[in-house]
């Protein structure tokens, strides 16, 4: 078998506790020690795996346990804590498709900076520019400052602008949930064009149906370990077994399941210190999104 | 140090593209952008040598070599330079925080990238200098050497000071609001619109210590002295400033580099 492309050992990376982690000044002089940020846990621990190359790998788990942090570990954009990993190649990244442009910048100079900023040659743009031009659908308006696009030509010039990277290995962290149908569907023709050139995908997304679509491979993440490392269909049924087990994805149950998912799992997102609960007004926030998430995947895997 | 120094400069054309950007952003409405840039020095060259020059006699205090305002001016652009670099240092991770947590590049491409784009946007505005050299009766001498010897200090300095204060301000918020502060402090405490013998002549002697400690003045001396001869600093400052931007390049970079997980995890 070929040399894995990605090779993570033992990776771990630790946050602190409260999500207001920045010192203010009066904090180190007054109260040293006292309101110490109580305690710290870790979003991913003792996470290992090879990945080899041309293998499309998608990575499933709930909201909060680490897998957006494990795909910018891989992009090398956040420093483990503990292990390691390497990337034997660049790494073209899905993460944050409207990363690197300036609003007040044309959609050209938009391109061109990207494009070169992920180390593409200058001669190499104006080659493919008509091309990303056609892709993102912005023909009309690719001298004018992006500060005037919509935020779904944004998504779509920075896809087309990543897409065109020769990049050995692909994160794609739900992006694809942007965009219209239309759009999408081009997204996703690209993206297998890539898989079938041999590239290496790893893919972070709820939605059943696309995982299913490109990945062979898959890795449950639970509350920060690694569960399942098997076909993609063994990692989605072990997530499938723990989300549906309870009756959490109840489609229009949104009011009454609410409070359900927190009560149920004050494990390691929510940690064991986490007395004062309803400290932070953010705190309900999550809960909210993360149920919803929950009631669309869910419901997503009824389909 | 040396190896992230080497990888900066692997990665140069990432660093010429973020100076790029910056100016192009920066003067966009081209004529009017450039003119700006030449606007502020020019007025607030005024206002000093108004206030300070005119009302409280300063005019007097110019060393030989040239007019007050001549003095004023060969310090004052490099002190904007310092100005407007250590004010917009606090941000340099903060505002392109996207970028960085999707772009895997040595992490100080982008304070140095703003640095950068500083030290061009103080090129630009040395054609004030240009005006004020003839208006203030300036001479030209071999001493002039001195004004790029100033700027070759000052950059040290202000790319150690930028790998600093925007690491520094991702972890501890308050510096934002210190740093406004201490340029205001810092502004009388350097000679740039007064000669630097009057502090000698007239400062209590643990005084002068301290305010030689600031390495800003060695160099505004330089800048001083490349058309008034008798303000070349004196050995001992010169030795000591020089001292001072190395340090403060050295240990800004390894500031950066301890809070670089740290940073990475807050962006």
Redesign the interface.
Known sequence: MAEPIIKARNLGIKFARTRRRKLSVRELVISRGKRRPQGEFWPLRGISFDIRPGEAVGVVGRNGTGKSTLLKLIAGVLIPDEGSVTVDGKVAPLLELRAGFNEELTGRENVYLLASLHGMKNSEIDKRFDEIVEFAEVKDFIDTPLRHYSSGMKVRLGFAVIAQLSHPVLLVDEVLAVGDKQFKKKCYATIEKMLADGRTLLLVSHNERDLERFCTRGLYIREGKMVVDGTLAEAMDAYNKDTDGPPAGKPGARKPGAKKPAAKKPAAAKGPAAKPAAEKPSGDGQAAAEQDEISSAGSAGKK | MASRAVAVWQRR??LG?LIR?DL??KY?QSILGYFWTLLEPFAFAMIYWFVFGVLFGGKRTAPPGGDYILFLVSGFLAWQWFNSNVAESTGALKKQA???????VPREVFPIGQAGAKIIEFLLSLPVLVIFFFVGHGHISKDIIWYPVGMAMQIVLLTGVTLLMSSLN?????VER?VRIFLRAMFYLSPVIYPYHLVMTHAPEPMKIIYELNPMVGILQLYHSAFFPTEFPPTRLLIMSISGCLLILVFGWWLFKKL??AV???L
């Open positions: 054309e990432v593209l950007r192009k952003v966009q996207k970028l960085i947590t999707t772009m895997k991702i972890v501890l918020r308050d210190i670089e997980p990475l995890k807050e």
